[in-house]
């Protein structure tokens, strides 16, 4: 079965990715996977071939606003596809959409994010039109994969699809992190602080990490401090905050970096997120066990994390510092390895086939 997936993840282009690793067991259980990549001239990705089955095509264009241009026209000049799958009913949904019925293919449509949250629309203009986009979209997908219950009981109630929506989360490499061991540099730094709190974010708007930094300095913890992993736009206006809550000295910014290992350093850590989809901090924390406070959002709750709403996230840290549990569990984890997740992902893509609404 030839299969053309249409997204936007360019980690995919570095053959010792997690990504790029999942493609080409795609592609080996497909038979023919092709990718196509949004990008612009600036990033330098080149064509990809990851295995003799799976091969990755940047559209590698001039402006964001040429993505589906380009996208087709790469799609028009590949083997005609089985299956169209997008890895989001907006910009590569509209994309997966023109392709499919111009080849004459399936379309399958993935949901990673929980784009029905009032949270994901007020965030910007341009999500409020790919709300719009998404209904479009969905309507016209032969399939559609979700990575939460919360996501599929959302789109149920709101669109009434014909379609089937399976659930099918994200893979997480859970013995990697119940199994990783400090290194030295962390090690030398565990017992620097009595109680350390961990952040691993992209610090962007919808990330809400100036949560995690108003909780952390109005819990007050004796002798801890707070450690924030990512990059993005906020980190300028992250770091200020710190500085206006007299805080600056117990918060450290460690940029982008494998956090495995902090996890196991952390005695907690906090999932401020507005929305998600899924949560894979959440779940690699818990695997961890190192146990999350987090809001409402994408596999929290069934995944074991302490829940709390936005204005009681300090009371939530005092009451964990005071009796809570301090060892994570996760809950509810579906897959017993790589494997299992490659063959219930393949296989849901190949079930699209049964019902074509493209």
């Known amino acids: 079965m030839n299969i053309l997936q249409i997204g936007s993840d360019r980690t ?40 003799e089955y799976a091969h990755a095509h940047a559209t590698n264009s001039f402006s964001r606003f040429l993505y589906v241009w380009d996208a087709i026209g790469l799609a028009l000049r590949l083997p005609k596809p089985d299956i169209v799958s997008v890895q989001d009913p907006f910009e590569a949904g509209i994309t997966g959409w023109i392709i499919a019925r111009l080849r004459g293919a399936t379309l399958h449509v993935q949901v990673h994010t929980d784009f029905l ?22 309507r016209r997908a032969s399939r559609v994969r979700v990575v939460s219950e919360r996501i599929k009981r959302s789109i149920d109630a709101r669109y009434k699809l014909r379609a089937s929506v399976s659930v099918l989360p994200i893979f997480v490499d859970v013995e990697k992190y119940r199994n990783t061991q400090l290194g030295p540099k962390l090690a030398a730094r565990e017992h620097l602080f009595a109680v350390k709190v961990l952040v691993v974010s992209r610090l962007e708007p919808e990330k809400n990490v100036g949560l995690a930094i108003h909780a952390f300095a109005k819990a007050a913890l004796e002798k801890s401090c707070l450690i924030i992993i990512g990059e993005g736009s906020e980190k300028e206006k992250l770091h200020t905050m710190a500085k206006q809550r007299g805080i600056a000295k117990w918060v450290f910014f460690e940029g982008r970096t494998d956090p495995a290992q902090y996890y196991k350093m952390a005695d907690l850590v906090l999932a401020p997120s507005r929305y998600e989809g899924y949560g894979m901090v959440i779940v690699e924390a818990l695997a961890s066990g190192t146990p999350v406070i987090s809001t409402d959002v994408g596999v929290a709750r069934e995944a074991g994390a302490i829940i709390a709403e936005e204005d009681d996230f300090a009371k939530a840290i005092t009451a964990w510092h005071e009796s809570g549990p301090k060892e994570g569990k996760l809950q509810n984890y579906p897959y017993k390895n790589f494997d299992e997740y490659v063959q219930a992902y393949c296989k849901d893509i190949e079930s699209s086939k049964a019902g074509s609404q493209t």
């Open 12 to 51: 995919i282009f570095d053959e010792k990715s997690a990504s790029a690793s999942r493609m080409r067991a795609y592609g080996k259980r497909f038979g023919a996977l092709e990718m196509i990549i949004f990008s612009l001239h600036e990033h330098r990705v080149k064509e990809a071939a990851l295995s």
């Open 117 to 138: 949250s009032p949270e994901f629309a007020r965030l910007s203009f341009l999500n409020r039109f790919r709300v719009l986009i998404a209904g479009f979209v969905l």
